[in-house]
């Protein structure tokens, strides 16, 4: 089974620019969340999404918005991007069942110019 | 809220030297507890997880046991090799059911392993 893919795996944007990523699940796997990962640091979590509702949003301003689709894929959406927003963005898939596991993606290197 | 504080970095360490990572946590409820592993370059893969109390979690040589009492879940492995270089991130789960997949992590310990 393949896992779990996000595209694109580099992005370089400039200041007051809109970035689009995205996230392919575990087949079989309804749950996606998102991460912030800034050089140096831990994940930061940015939102949860099961079932294409969202469950949990982290301490992110409303330029960070999501969505999931009915195939279970995920778009992460930053407008008016920061130099702050550079960083790697992961994708976690999460099976069902109550089952507390996340399965990474390679994520998306964001560099803001 | 719930917080995770892992030993800083960086460990450097001979190949076959015997390997600990601290890690304290703070949480409500009961978590479950992980440790994820990043190579140079990637996303984060999933080392070895406990849900309980006194659980051993243990993958690839590596062990770390729930200790509600001293609420740590150090990491151990009794002979590192060159290709276990990579930043260890422990982290805690407090969801439930199909919502609050919330994991919190620690900062990241990055260990380099000298043949």
């Known amino acids: 089974d393949a896992g779990v893919t996000q595209s694109p795996t580099h992005l370089i944007k400039t200041r007051g620019q809109h970035v689009t990523l995205r996230c392919s699940p575990i087949s079989g796997h309804k749950s996606v969340s998102w991460y912030q990962q800034v050089l140096g640091q831990g994940p930061q979590f940015i939102f949860q999404y099961y079932e294409k509702e969202e469950r949990g949003r982290g301490n992110f301003p409303d330029r960070f918005s999501a969505r999931q689709f009915p195939n279970y894929s995920s778009e992460l959406n930053v407008n008016a991007l920061l130099l702050g927003d550079s960083a790697l963005y992961l994708c976690?898939?999460?099976?069902?069942?109550?089952?507390?596991?996340?399965?990474f993606g390679p994520g998306t290197r964001l560099t803001v110019l | 809220g719930n917080s995770v504080t892992q030993m800083e970095g960086p460990v450097t360490l001979s190949e076959e030297a015997f390997l600990t990572i601290n890690c304290t946590y703070t949480a409500t409820g009961y978590p479950s507890l992980f440790w994820y592993v990043q190579y140079p370059g990637e996303g984060l893969q999933l080392l070895l997880k406990a849900t309980k109390a006194d659980d051993k979690g243990s993958n690839k040589g590596f062990e770390a046991t729930y200790r509600k009492e001293t609420t740590s879940f150090h990491l151990e492995k009794g002979s590192v090799q060159v290709s276990d270089s990579a930043v260890y991130f422990c982290a805690l789960w407090t969801g439930s059911g199909g919502s609050n997949y919330k994991l919190t992590f620690g900062k990241g310990t990055l260990l380099t392993v000298n043949p």
């Open positions: 976690a898939s999460i099976g069902g069942g109550g089952t507390d596991t996340q399965y």
